[in-house]
């Protein structure tokens, strides 16, 4: 009787500590995300090279930070924009912000400890690539 209940005891021991090991998602997302690389695919014969490097930098200005399963604050620029933020079981994550009644907006998909972003628009398609500080 000792045994099973010892067997059992170690065996509810390590589930705990291989559950807790994985965490959630929303775990793995809490902190402050910001660009690690920006690629653009923009028709070069409108664009001049010194035009791509400014959309490229003006993309860096921005970064977020998630706060828990549901907050988060974007920075653009100095100013900070309160949001919430949800993952679906594709690993796409949208936001909207706090008192706004629009659809959500895709932030971008997560995979591997990144957050890649692409936004399409008339001059071309923008890829950011968000880490975690």
């Known amino acids: ?44 014969k409108t664009m001049t090279p010194e035009m791509i490097k400014q959309v490229e930098e003006t993309q860096k200005e921005t970064y977020f930070r998630i706060l828990d399963d549901s907050s988060m604050v974007i920075i653009s620029g100095n100013t900070p924009h309160d949001a919430r933020w949800q993952i679906d079981e594709n690993n796409v994550i949208s936001y909207s912000f706090k008192n706004s009644t629009s659809a959500p907006n895709k932030l971008g998909v997560y995979k591997d400890g990144v957050i890649k972003s692409e936004s399409k628009t008339a001059l071309g398609t923008i890829t950011t690539y968000y880490e975690k500080e």
């Open 1 to 44: 009787m000792r045994t099973i209940k010892f067997g059992t005891l170690a065996f509810v021991a390590i589930m705990t500590i291989i559950i807790s090991s994985c965490g959630s998602k929303s775990s793995k997302l809490k902190g402050t995300w910001k660009v690690a690389k920006v690629e653009t695919k923009f028709d070069e």
